[in-house]
């Protein structure tokens, strides 16, 4: 064999179907040419496809994988804005299970070294007859690419270093003995890695649920938290109206009092009046009283009756306050019981009601991708799409939106002394964590730190 056609590591592209499976293979330098723009790939036309990059040794195991999305236009494009380093992260990437040759290195959504790359990565599936692992494994072996295999026969040795043994050991051990060693000991290494192989998966899966679940119970705390905040508000409404509607009452019951007391005193002006008439005559005097008593009767009938009324519509309202009051409070024991039911179903139930059920909302935003939206999302996401994008970035909605009008248009913000803009084209940066208000979005001249510098 030839120097030229000596077997190396191979770097290899490959994408899975949706139904499962290996639907498209290729080398690394086809898959540039591809993210270059040299080819399309009509069969992908819109479409997010799950990726794997493999590393392969010259005996076609695997060394390396990374898992990754990548997204292609209506022609078949993919995205121009992917820029995700497959080679650095499989170099940094955690061990993995053996597939052969030993650990791999292994890149996904669980297991990222870059933290702000694991947005764009997937988690394969480690189901028994739907491993994904297993799968790659099996594909490579087939050597469906037409890889140089390295020559696994054992070499001859040279007649010069043979050497005759002894007589003494002229006579080989009992061969069925050896035999039925060997293959005892070929059983237990063979038992043994795949008790490894399967240990190392089942924590990866481990991972995986655990930090799905987690993310799952700190969005339903939190949406609880929100609803509690809420419901808190509108009983410290209603407790504010009822004090005012006790002091309403208060007012009327004192107004109430001070007209008693002013008809008292009305009744007995005019009972000394009808004193005095007594004196002068008593059949004068009898019509008098019997015209004051009717007089005074219906007025304070009347009143009374008005102010009844009046007390027993607050009455009415108060209980229906009342009432207001402990349908609220039953809403919030409701919430929390239901709060705490959604706390003690685990991660993996709930995701398979929400995939029963089919809900899968997917937008992209510059800077964040494709974004996959939990049907409990969709609210928070229809107030304020940025504000949510910018959340997925890791960074605050204000400078998610001046790193979005960078992108869009990438030129110098920089307010000249005539009042018009710089407008000098600059570097566009492809991600928002990276980008500085002030910095990012001048040119050199302009820069805050540069003028800072001339000021000192």
């Given at each position: 064999m030839s120097m030229q056609n000596k077997p190396q590591m191979v770097e290899a592209v490959m994408f899975f179907s949706e139904r499962g499976g290996i639907c498209k293979q290729m080398f690394f330098t086809e898959f540039e040419a591809l993210l270059?723009?040299?080819?399309n790939m009509p069969e992908f036309a819109d479409k997010q496809m799950h990726v794997a990059y493999v590393v392969i040794n010259p005996r076609l195991l695997i060394k390396s994988l990374v898992f990754f999305y990548l997204d292609f236009d209506e022609k078949g494009a993919p995205d121009s804005g992917w820029n995700i380093p497959?080679?650095?992260l499989a170099e940094r990437a955690g061990r993995g299970p053996d597939l052969g040759a030993g650990p791999i290195?292994?890149?996904c959504r669980s297991q990222c070294p870059v933290s702000w790359h694991q947005m764009h990565l997937w988690d394969p599936s480690l189901t028994p007859g739907n491993n994904d692992l297993a799968l790659l494994r099996d594909v490579v072996k087939r050597n469906s690419l037409g890889l140089l295999v390295e020559d696994e026969r054992p070499q001859a040795l040279a007649p010069e270093r043979l050497h005759m043994a002894s007589e003494d050991k002229w006579y080989a051990p009992d061969p069925a003995q050896e035999e039925a060693a060997k293959a005892?000991?070929?059983i237990d290494q063979e038992q043994r890695q795949k008790a490894a192989q399967l240990i190392k998966q089942q924590r990866l899966r481990i991972t995986s649920l655990t930090q799905q679940h987690e993310e799952e119970l700190a969005k339903f705390k939190l949406a609880s938290e929100e609803q509690g905040k809420q419901l808190q508000a509108q009983i410290q409404a209603l407790q504010q109206?009822?004090?005012?509607?006790e002091q309403y009452n208060a007012t009327l019951k004192a107004q109430l009092a001070a007209q008693a007391a002013s008809f008292q005193a009305s009744r007995e002006e005019m009972t000394e009046q009808l004193r005095e008439l007594e004196r002068d005559g008593r059949s004068e005097s009898d019509n008098l009283r019997a015209q004051f008593e009717s007089e005074m009767q219906a007025k304070i009938a009347s009143a009374v009756a008005e102010y009844k009324e009046q007390i027993a519509i607050r009455d009415v309202e108060l209980a229906y306050r009342g009432e207001q009051d402990t349908q609220a409070l039953q809403e919030i024991n409701r919430l929390k019981r239901a709060y705490a039911e959604l706390a003690s179903q685990g991660g993996e139930q709930i995701l398979e009601r929400l995939a029963k059920l089919g809900v899968v909302f997917v937008v992209y935003h510059p800077g964040a991708g494709h974004?996959?939206?939990?049907l409990q999302d969709v609210a928070a996401y229809q107030d304020n799409p940025l504000a949510y994008a910018a959340a997925k970035c890791f960074v605050s909605e204000e400078q998610y939106r001046h790193w979005l009008a960078h992108y869009q248009q990438p030129s110098c913000q920089?307010?000249?002394?005539?009042?018009?803009r710089c407008a000098i084209p600059i570097d566009r940066i492809d991600t928002p964590s990276r980008f500085t208000i002030g910095e990012s979005n001048c040119c050199a001249r302009?820069?805050?730190?540069?003028r800072l510098r001339t000021v000192s």
């Open positions: 270059d723009g040299v080819v497959l080679q650095a290195r292994l890149a005892n000991e070929k109206a009822l004090r005012h509607q974004l996959t939206i939990p920089a307010s000249l002394p005539s009042g018009e302009h820069k805050a730190s540069s």
